[in-house]
């Protein structure tokens, strides 16, 4: 029990790095593409293609980074259903109950 309680720990802790990882590189990219983006949407006969292309990048990027953490939350629950069914405690087994015969008349 004490085992299984260390990989629920270690399960929770590597979803929330994998979770939080996620939502953090999003954002560095997101803001690291920004800076290219902004200067070409400057530039006359540029602007409104530039800006379409960003938005994309922006939506294709954010549902990226969305599907890794969707894609984390069902692997986490996942486990934690494995762990839970590791960790129940099993009935021991029983003897099939044979009746007794021993007074049967038709034995």
């Known amino acids: 029990m004490k085992d299984v309680k260390r990989w629920k ?9 994998v979770e939080h ?3 953090a590189i999003e954002r ?11 200067v070409l949407e400057q530039i006359p006969g540029l602007a409104e293609p530039v800006k379409s292309v960003h938005q994309i990048h922006d939506v294709v990027v954010t549902n990226a980074y969305e599907a890794v953490r969707l894609v984390n939350r069902a692997v ?5 259903a494995a762990l839970d069914a590791v960790d129940e405690p099993s009935e021991p087994a029983r003897e099939p109950h044979v009746p007794d015969t021993s007074g049967d008349p038709n034995r």
Do not use: H, M, Y
């Open 9 to 17: 720990g270690l399960r929770a802790l590597i979803g929330d790095a």
């Open 28 to 38: 560095v990219q997101l803001e690291t593409a920004k800076r290219p983006f902004t």
């Open 21 to 23: 990882g996620a939502s």
């Open 76 to 80: 986490g629950q996942a486990l934690d």
